[in-house]
């Protein structure tokens, strides 16, 4: 059973005060609120309410402040159809045959800290995915209202996601976690991860899957995992044509889907921080 859609009896329903109702639909009608992005700070206004949001999808030709109001509303979002394949596969190639060259994929990933600054020729393609203006205008007006306390947004890392046929699914997780105790003020933010489709992203070859709005005051926090029963019924898979990307806070709920397909799905990972003056995280964001 979902949470939000509380079972009762008809005689229960029937002698339901008034008030109640108008509760619930002035609940629900805030809830709608989020997730078409009406306000930056309206999720922490209804906390309590743990009904499921949407993940929503955008057009190669969205806005940044489409995306970010997205992004600060629901924590993920997809824009379908960014940039051409010949890009995203250029960039996968350049990749493999520089930074990558002598890595070895674990865990259907491998991972490089963005230290050295990329090759104007040698990654080109790299640089178009990593400086995209809408992902980076979109993630610097998240910042503003979700990194309160840093001072800007680096690039941080780049990794390989590589899905081999018959991978299970990974259980739901968080890259970061904020320790504050729950419920929290805002959903305070660390940084955003972009993962971009070199592939298509099918449930069939396991798209990562994200339970959106789960980066919110409505979910605690304190955890790594969802610690909750529900977490299935709320996700949804990311499914995108080649080219296209998915931004989501990094501690929004996801895990990888099952590769069921005969073919690899593969994927470009870029995580952006946001930190201090000196490059680290503010001073009182927990650890």
Known sequence: ???????????????????????????????????????????????????????????????????????????????????????????????????????????????????????????SAVKVLLEDPVVLDAAEQARLVHGEGSARMVPWEVRLLILSPGTPFSEFHRDVVDTTKPPLQRPLQWGLNAIWAVDNFTVQNGATRFVPGSHSARWPQGSWTGDHDILETLAESAEMPTGSVVLYYASVLHGTGQNSASAKRTGLNFNYAFVDEAGGRPAGWGW
């Not at 008034?18 to 078409?36: D, Q, S």
């Not at 600060?72 to 190639?93: L, T």
């Open 1 to 123: 059973m979902s949470e939000g859609h509380d079972a009762a009896s008809p005689g229960q329903e029937k002698h339901a005060h008034p008030g109640e109702h108008m509760n619930k639909i002035a609940v629900g009608l805030a809830a709608v609120a989020i997730c078409i992005g009406l306000g930056p700070f309206a999720v922490t206004a209804i906390h309590s309410y743990v009904g499921p949001a949407k993940l929503h999808r955008l057009p190669s030709t969205a806005t940044a402040s489409q995306v970010a109001a997205a992004l600060k509303s629901c924590g993920v979002v997809v824009i379908e159809n960014r940039v051409g394949a010949d890009i995203v596969a250029k960039a996968y190639a350049e990749l493999v045959a520089g930074r990558f060259k002598d890595a070895n994929v674990r865990f259907g990933y491998a991972t490089r800290l963005l230290k050295n600054p990329l090759h104007p020729v040698n990654e």
